[in-house]
């Protein structure tokens, strides 16, 4: 494709709108996962948009024709107002979608949501294995509860996605993760390798699986996918670091995504503020549509004119736009340069080594996510 097709797909792009909006409704979260995607400086909960900011960007989604809103965090159900922003989302006539740690709501909260109009729940576990998992999430009997409140959710009737990321601390259980998926009567699983900026960028050495690791799940995966065909879906997202070639990010940078944090800073994607440099609109100031058509940040690396060579010249660059920006700025310090994740990206060696040698040595404790200062003590506090 020229150059000046690839604008008028990317005209064809902005006029349509996104199809998703990732509303991050708080950044509070009774867990303290070290791979969070949140950002290192967290959003405290007097800065959050309020019930009515909230309603009105819901309505701006559904006037530039998003289909699917997921509610994410931190922990949304810590927003007393979530059965509100539900029940507005269904008036809409837009799909929503839970993405909760499942340890704080009651059955009556979860049977209130599904009454307002929710339409589908996304678990995150640890692990399979109850003491590790509370371990990884730095609090106790978490795993207990996600259980628990996963049995509510298909009593409820309400469809069921498991959210397991994967690391070299919990990698060994992916065959019962895969079981308690099924054990759970859940639809989907989600076996997703860690993706390494923010707080997985800081915890990378106690989180790095080995290729060899790497390759046995997928092998496992591959297996399981042949074998529960019909009867649950398992995505898999393979670790970058191991990869030939990057994913294509969130669909392509500004194409098809967009994020809102909890203080109404609207990015293209969850990790996008882990980039220095680049200025974020907030609702607040200015209207959504706007900052998805017209704001800096939105057009920096859309489409593939920003493109440095290799990627500029590449077959790809139309499938993977390039990979992932924030890897690319985590690794390189640069933004704009070829994800190091890509084999042709001159930093790739550098980087696989390093991923080899982080996951070789034995892994140092983890620094888990708080909106205080951050902490090396692997303890696990009181829930
Ligand atoms: S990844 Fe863990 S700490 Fe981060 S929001 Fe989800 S449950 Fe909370
Ligand atoms: S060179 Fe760029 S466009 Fe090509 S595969 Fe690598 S990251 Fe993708």
Redesign the pocket.
Known sequence: MTDASAETDLDVICARGPEGLLAELT?R?????P????PLALDRANVELSTEEWLDVLRQAADMGVLQIHF????PTVRRDLEDLIAEAARLGLYSNL???G?LASRERLEGLAECGLDHVQL?I?DAEPQNADRI?AYKQGHEKKMTFARWVRELDLPLTLNA?MHRQNISSLEAIIELALELDAARLEVAHIQYYG?AYVNRAALMPTREQTMWSADVVERAQERLKGVLTIDFVVPDYYAARPKPCMGGWGRRFLNVTPSGRVLPCHAAESIEGLAFDNVRERRLRDIWLNSDAFNKFRGTDWMPEPCRSCEFKEVDWGGCRCQAFAFTGDAAQTDPACNKSSRHRELVALAQSEAAGPPPAFTY?RIQASRTKESVPSA
Not at 35 to 38: A, I, K, L, T, W
Not at 72 to 75: H, I, T
């Open positions: 950044h979260c009774p867990l303290q996962c791979y969070c995607s949140n994410s965090g931190g922990e993405i909760t740690a340890v995150s640890q999430a990321p707080w996510r």
